[in-house]
T-cell receptor, first 108, second 114 residues
Framework: SQQGEEDPQALSIQEGENATMNCSYKTSINNLQWYRQNSGRGLVHLILIRSNEREKHSGRLRVTLDTSKKSSSLLITASRAADTASYFCATSTDKLIFGTGTRLQVFP | EPEVTQTPSHQVTQMGQEVILRCVPI?????FYWYRQILGQKVEFLVS????????KSEIFDDQFSVERPDGSNFTLKIRSTKLEDSAMYFCASNGDVSGNTIYFGEGSWLTVV
């Protein structure tokens, strides 16, 4: 299985702080994608990083990928209460395999 | 921003009834997927579909499930005889290129089997 495992399972921080979520996986991938899910809602694509990339930025998001360690991290800088959601990494070959997710709570 | 649309957003059905969940993928996409998420659990792959046939399916996707692209725009998931454990959020997704593009998800169809 190439299932991703996120760490931590839950994270609580204050507004303005940075949030870091980690993802580990088991097999070779084409790319790794991060998604956000508000409670009971759909999956919103955040960022895709290809297997030959090491770091990518999008607004307040920074994603790293270390294929030698089979791990990725998602950093959200200057967090806001609206960032409260579950965040999933998903590894991609011909389909996405999702990790277990990190539940992020940002307190105002 | 491209969008995958799903209907219905919520359906309640009696155990043993047939359910059809509908999806309109992004228009120029070629690869289509169904995933499900049981409440509080992770998102699980059900099936992928390309060139009018199933390309891969998971163990969850047993004989009770089927998919179809009846008219070139809609992509449907049918559950023939629903069970209580089929209660979940079902997500449709589409992709333009299996090797490296973003996979876009719909908002989901919440199925409750009673």
């Amino acid at each position: 299985s190439q299932q991703g495992e996120e760490d931590p399972q839950a994270l609580s921080i204050q507004e303005g702080e940075n949030a870091t979520m980690n993802c580990s996986y088991k097999t070779s991938i084409n790319n790794l994608q991060w998604y956000r899910q508000n409670s009971g809602r759909g999956l919103v694509h955040l960022i895709l990083i290809r297997s030959n990339e090491r770091e990518k930025h999008s607004g307040r998001l920074r994603v790293t990928l270390d294929t030698s360690k089979k791990s990725s991290s998602l950093l959200i800088t200057a967090s806001r209460a609206a960032d409260t959601a579950s965040y999933f990494c998903a590894t991609s070959t011909d389909k996405l395999i999702f990790g277990t997710g990190t539940r992020l709570q940002v307190f105002p | 921003e491209p969008e995958v649309t799903q209907t219905p957003s919520h359906q309640v059905t009696q155990m043993g009834q047939e359910v059809i969940l509908r999806c309109v993928p992004i228009s120029n996409h070629l690869y289509f997927y169904w995933y499900r998420q049981i409440l509080g659990q992770k998102v699980e792959f059900l099936v992928s579909f390309y060139n009018n046939e199933i390309s891969e399916k998971s163990e969850i996707f047993d004989d009770q499930f089927s998919v179809e692209r009846p008219d070139g725009s809609n992509f449907t998931l049918k559950i023939r005889s629903t069970k209580l454990e089929d209660s979940a959020m079902y997500f449709c997704a589409s992709n333009g290129d299996v090797s490296g593009n973003t996979i876009y998800f719909g908002e989901g169809s919440w199925l409750t089997v009673v």
